[in-house]
């Protein structure tokens, strides 16, 4: 549990560090948009997605993120690349032509293992972007630039600070309650509970003497902040001033242009490439009559 590094901040002197929170949001929704946008050629979306690839972990390289503990946190995943391929082997698709390989009467189509291996590829992509952030930006800075892209709301009196805390909050508790749920499955090993050997009725209640402690401890830990913060005058609706104001510097500008960049050449490619197709089909159409 403690290899998990989503929502764990790297206090490092960075480039990426140093950027303008609000400024890595949008850039992280141009790069899920960017990584979504479809090829109708499967060799293509898994050259470009090879591509994202390596320019997120030269960003990772950069940023200083450890490559070791995001292989640990992405172990999980593999139960989805078995379920994935299952499914996408078994459940027939008339859109499927390249035969791999047949058992008996039922055939294995190759198009099964591309489309689960895009989706897998596009998940590492998300959590790597994701990953990013979390470990460059700290959890005050998130809630000041969720606040300030919230502001457009307070027209219509919604709780702009009160939600962009609570985000912060939950962002900064996810390593909290990570270090918590490793704690005590380590003292319910030490009295005999099995979670990864055993009978399945054995299992699930070493999971249930997991669980309820966890939420105990979640909700008592959830309580003190509480206490806390009345103790030191906190008032959500109160007006509230900033100890540090967040700036847009000529870094985040050229950060910003390069993302966008990258955003509207894939862009570009996927619109030229439904073109190109739309013109080889009725090339064929006209070669035929």
Not at 63 to 78: E, P, Q
């Amino acid at each position: 549990m403690t290899s998990v590094t989503f929502g764990r901040y790297a206090p490092y002197n960075t480039f990426i560090h140093r950027l303008d929170p609000r400024n890595k949001i949008i850039l992280m929704v141009l790069l899920m948009v960017t990584i979504f946008l479809p090829f109708s050629v499967w060799s293509t979306s898994l050259i470009m997605s090879s591509i994202y690839l390596m320019i997120l972990v030269i960003v990772m390289l950069i940023a200083k993120v450890s490559f070791i503990n995001l292989f640990k946190s992405l172990k999980a995943m593999w139960f989805l690349i078995l379920f994935l391929l299952i499914v996408y082997i078994f459940i027939p698709n008339p859109t499927y032509t390249h035969v791999a390989f047949s058992i008996k009467s039922f055939d294995v189509y190759w198009d099964a293992f591309y489309q689960s291996a895009y989706i897998v590829l596009r998940l590492i992509l998300m959590i790597c972007i994701t990953t990013i952030l979390t470990s460059t930006t700290k959890p005050l800075d998130l809630t000041y630039a969720l606040e300030w892209y919230l502001v457009p709301l307070k027209v219509i009196k919604f709780p702009t600070h009160e939600v962009a805390m609570t985000i912060s909050i939950a962002l900064r508790f996810i390593p909290t309650i990570l270090d918590e749920t490793d704690r005590i499955m380590k003292a319910q090993t030490s009295r005999g509970a099995e979670f990864n050997h055993g009978r399945l009725f054995k299992r699930f209640k070493a999971i249930i003497s997991l669980i309820v402690p966890l939420f105990i401890s979640a909700f008592e830990r959830s309580g003190q902040l509480a206490e806390a913060m009345e103790a030191r005058g906190y008032d959500p609706r109160a007006k509230r001033t900033r100890y540090r104001t967040l700036k847009f510097h000529w870094t985040d500008a050229v950060s910003f242009l390069l993302i966008g960049a990258i955003f509207a050449g894939v862009l570009y490619l996927t619109i030229a490439h439904k073109d190109m197709n739309l013109i080889t089909e009725i090339f064929k159409v006209e070669v035929s009559f």
